[in-house]
């Protein structure tokens, strides 16, 4: 999630240096969480399905924004 936050900024020009590294452990949430929350994409890499960069998605999605 920091990783993706910062790519984010990045992309959109944005101050980096707002965004914090934190952990699950130090939130005060209610609700329990699992520690990995990812999703995984092996089942749709054996189609004719091409994943895009995260970078790059965010770079369409700022193009797309301006119009």
Known sequence: K???AK???KVFRLDENL???ASIESAK????RPKDLS???V??????????DVEEDLKIM???KVK
């Open 7 to 9: 790519k984010v900024a």
């Open 29 to 32: 949430n209610k609700t329990k």
């Open 19 to 21: 965004i914090n590294m």
């Open 62 to 64: 700022k193009a797309e």
């Open 39 to 41: 999703l995984s994409s």
């Open 43 to 52: 089942k749709i890499r054996g189609e004719s399905f091409r994943l895009n």
């Open 2 to 4: 920091y990783t993706f």
